[in-house]
């Protein structure tokens, strides 16, 4: 494989362009081995708790200022998809990557996660998948369901595709639409010539000299690298007492923030830049591989549509192709 590095000798990519395999290296880490993370909220920082999602197999660790290394966390599942503060009750929430939910309280002595949502997926699928408060403070779920660009739309998962996965009795699904029926064979005519385009592009990128990429500064990682798109998002309330979700197309005058940050549900009333039940997105694939950060826009919730930033403005924002921005929330 050939191997580059930065103008001080350290260690940057190791690559096999040729065969179009890239293999993310030490300076890539937060993609790998730190997953998710999920901070408690304190009025003195100094007290405040950590939890992590980590490899092997998406475990829990945690820790407050002034230990001397992470505590792993004592589980009955594992792949644990994402995390959850609450500072309603004090309770950390852990999502799994089938749907099945489990609390944490970290102020007990020996702290262990209890189960207090079933599984509801028989796999994980290409999906990221979020916990988050609802506007009234009820707990949600947000799939994300994404396939790389250069995958023809006949294969990429339709919204029947995730309800058949689905465990039967485990959802309570929305009133039907005409989206909603899209079967695979529609998408295959709407697909054209597309595969073979993107196939044709995503083999000249792997023909681009790496070395002579470094000589003129562009970053190598970020052109020879795969790019996704989200295809579909289910937002699904948590009903604890029935053991079930229950999809929703309406979350009222709220807007959802998705990224690589915990989801945030604000009110969109007085925000006249902001539109009510919908989802703002920024990249957040969990392909352990560096992606062409790209993967922005606004879902409408109700229509079940997608409008992606890069296609309103393509040439705007160079920033697309640095680590995923993040959404945060001013305090003021």
């Known amino acids: 494989n050939d191997e580059f590095y930065d103008d001080g000798g ?16 030490i300076s890539w880490a937060r993609h790998t081995e730190y997953l998710r993370v999920a901070i408690s ?43 959850l503060y609450n500072d309603k009750d004090g309770l950390f929430y852990i999502l799994y990557l089938h749907g099945s939910i489990g609390t944490l309280n970290l102020c007990e002595p020996s702290p262990s996660v209890s189960l207090i949502m079933r599984s509801v997926l028989r796999s994980s699928g290409y999906r990221t998948m979020y916990p988050v408060l609802g506007p009234s403070g009820e707990l949600l779920q947000v799939w994300r369901n994404w396939s790389r660009t250069h995958t023809p739309l006949k294969y990429r998962d339709t919204y029947q595709d995730i309800v058949n996965e689905m465990l039967q009795g485990c959802v309570d699904l929305a009133q039907k639409d005409d989206n909603d029926n899209k079967q695979r064979d529609e998408l295959e005519t709407e697909d054209g010539d597309e595969e073979g385009e993107l196939w044709e592009a995503n ?24 790019e996704v798109t989200t295809d579909e998002i289910l937002v699904f309330k ?44 920024t990249d957040d694939c969990s392909d352990d591989s560096p992606m062409l950060r790209k ?13 992606k930033l890069s296609d309103a403005w393509p ?4 920033w697309l192709h640095l680590p995923a921005p993040i959404w945060i929330t001013p305090r003021f």
């Open 295 to 307: 993967d922005l826009g606004i879902w409408d919730i109700k229509n079940r549509s997608m409008r």
């Open 203 to 226: 083999v000249n990128d792997q023909e681009i000299d790496g070395s002579q990429l470094l000589r003129e500064g562009v970053d190598l990682p970020h052109r020879l690298v795969d």
């Open 238 to 281: 948590v009903d604890v007492d029935r053991q079930k979700l229950v999809e929703l197309r309406d979350i009222g005058d709220h807007a959802l923030f998705v990224g690589f940050n915990s989801v945030v549900c604000l009110p969109t009333k007085g925000f006249p830049a902001f539109e009510p039940n919908c989802i703002y997105l």
């Open 10 to 25: 350290k260690h940057v990519w190791p690559a096999d362009p040729e065969n179009g395999t890239m293999k993310p290296s």
């Open 41 to 83: 909220s304190t009025t003195d920082v100094t007290e405040c708790t950590v939890l992590i999602v980590h490899t092997p197999e998406w475990r829990l660790s945690f820790a407050r200022p002034g230990d001397d290394r992470w505590t792993l966390v004592s589980q009955d599942e594992s792949f644990v998809a994402n995390v």
């Open 315 to 318: 040439n705007l924002h160079p």
